[in-house]
């Protein structure tokens, strides 16, 4: 009678035991299939410092009510010639097309933003006005401009300065949020975006040469 208990006993922790085995399989299988996987999505920006292209200035977009301001400032007129250093998407001078008829180039190292920009003027109808390139500001040709723009940074607007300095007298430039060391503004202003951001409009004007 002893010996059928004991068998009885182990049959039932095997098939404990058993149970407990594929319980926990099952657990595990069930964490695995609620695990999210998150992919990684690459920026197709290139950034500084980027095998793709090197650029002095990271891209981002100046507010529309500060572009405004800034032609605004700078009294752009259908007469005028604006040039925009470091043009990111092309919103300055196609909005200054689109505006006054004013012609336009924009200039920047990126060749995503500059793509970019010229489908911009397309679909805003102003290839006939404007028009963006590919380039190193510090080696085109900006000199028939008769307005600059810039929304570069302050080392970068140093650099330029003595070059814009040296451009036709009355040329006017206008800079987002930078200034341009001792060369002090004609006029100045601040800006505050829907988003509630305080931006800063400076304001020259290319002196008589003495």
């Keep these: 009678m002893k010996f059928p208990q004991f068998n009885l006993c182990v049959i039932?922790?095997?098939?404990?035991?058993?149970?407990?085995?594929?319980?926990q399989s099952a657990t595990g299988?069930?964490?695995?299939?609620?695990?999210?996987?998150?992919?990684?999505?690459?920026?197709?920006?290139?950034?500084?410092?980027?095998?793709?292209?090197?650029?002095?200035?990271?891209?981002?977009?100046?507010?529309?009510?500060?572009?405004?301001?800034?032609?605004?400032?700078?009294?752009?007129?259908?007469?005028d010639v604006l040039y925009d250093l470091g043009s990111g998407d092309g919103r300055i001078p196609i909005e200054a097309a689109k505006k006054f008829g004013t012609r336009g180039v924009g200039i920047d190292l990126n060749p995503v933003r500059v793509e970019e920009a010229n489908q911009n003027a397309k679909e805003a109808n102003v290839t006939d006005k404007v028009r963006f390139v590919v380039g190193d500001i510090f080696k085109e040709d900006f000199s028939e401009a008769t307005v600059v723009t810039l929304y570069l940074l302050p080392d970068v607007n140093l650099k330029l300065r003595d070059r814009i300095r040296e451009m036709k007298p009355g040329?006017?430039?206008v800079s987002h949020n930078y200034d341009m060391g001792d060369w002090t503004p004609e006029k100045s202003k601040k800006v505050t975006s829907d988003s509630g951001v305080d931006h800063y409009v400076y304001f020259w004007r290319v002196p008589e040469k003495k």
């Design 171 to 173: 040329t006017r430039v």
């Design 29 to 79: 299988t069930n964490t695995a299939s609620n695990t999210v996987v998150i992919p990684v999505v690459d920026d197709p920006t290139p950034v500084r410092g980027s095998n793709d292209v090197k650029l002095d200035v990271p891209y981002v977009p100046t507010p529309m009510s500060v572009v405004n301001e800034m032609l605004a400032m700078a009294e752009v007129t259908g007469d």
């Design 12 to 23: 039932l922790m095997l098939a404990l035991f058993s149970f407990g085995c594929a319980e």
